[in-house]
């Protein structure tokens, strides 16, 4: 028996968020490699496991996440700012809330399985396929990434926004760039 003990998804959930927290990792000591010996292991174990983007992203390097921490300007808090972040949150509760009824009344994952099914389609019905399938995907990151960042926002952490929506992205170099900047970014670190 393993550490799970052949509960996948809980193996599956672990192997995720290692995988964040050793990018985040990778980031803080890029980041901080000029600083010789003086680094804080405090301020490596606040931005690898800081808690609103902690499971699910997005990734946001650490130089990014230290201005956010350390700027003064970002640091006050006001009415307006407590009502744009929960409208923040609003939006993206709602966002989940139609993914969760999609993902009960739409099975269009399934049609991997029944492939045949699918070959019946004719151009327009495969094209619309193809375009919910992304759709659906965009929803699930918006989502995943979108929350954790108003949740952020409430402690003025400027984390990477959400993806744009795939309908209006038109070359795959865009897409790269714009649906998940966080990991953009950290490529080009």
């Given at each position: 028996a393993g550490l799970f003990e052949e509960d996948s998804v809980r193996e599956y959930l672990f192997s995720v968020l290692l995988a964040?927290?050793?990018?985040?990792?990778?980031s803080y000591l890029v980041d901080t490699r000029s600083d010789g010996h003086h680094n804080?292991?405090?301020?490596f174990y606040h931005y690898c496991f800081y808690l609103p983007l902690l499971p699910t992203g997005p990734l946001m390097l650490y130089?990014?996440?230290?201005f956010s921490m350390e700027n003064p300007a970002n640091q006050q808090c006001s009415l307006a700012h407590l009502v744009k972040s929960t409208a923040l949150i609003a939006?993206?509760?709602?966002?989940?809330?139609i993914h969760q009824l999609a993902l009960h009344y739409f099975y269009h994952s399934a049609l991997q399985y029944h492939i045949g099914i699918v070959r019946q389609f004719d151009v327009w019905s495969a094209a619309g396929l193809g375009y919910t399938l992304g759709q659906f995907f965009m929803t699930k990151y918006l989502v995943l990434y979108g929350l954790p960042s108003a949740l952020s926002r409430l402690d003025h952490v400027d984390a990477p926004p959400p993806p744009k929506c795939v309908g209006r992205i038109h070359?795959?170099?865009q897409m790269w760039r714009d649906f998940d900047r966080g990991l953009y970014n950290f490529m080009l670190q």
């Amino acid at each position: 028996a393993g550490l799970f003990e052949e509960d996948s998804v809980r193996e599956y959930l672990f192997s995720v968020l290692l995988a964040w927290t050793h990018a985040r990792s990778i980031s803080y000591l890029v980041d901080t490699r000029s600083d010789g010996h003086h680094n804080k292991l405090m301020n490596f174990y606040h931005y690898c496991f800081y808690l609103p983007l902690l499971p699910t992203g997005p990734l946001m390097l650490y130089r990014d996440f230290k201005f956010s921490m350390e700027n003064p300007a970002n640091q006050q808090c006001s009415l307006a700012h407590l009502v744009k972040s929960t409208a923040l949150i609003a939006r993206y509760l709602f966002w989940w809330f139609i993914h969760q009824l999609a993902l009960h009344y739409f099975y269009h994952s399934a049609l991997q399985y029944h492939i045949g099914i699918v070959r019946q389609f004719d151009v327009w019905s495969a094209a619309g396929l193809g375009y919910t399938l992304g759709q659906f995907f965009m929803t699930k990151y918006l989502v995943l990434y979108g929350l954790p960042s108003a949740l952020s926002r409430l402690d003025h952490v400027d984390a990477p926004p959400p993806p744009k929506c795939v309908g209006r992205i038109h070359l795959y170099s865009q897409m790269w760039r714009d649906f998940d900047r966080g990991l953009y970014n950290f490529m080009l670190q």
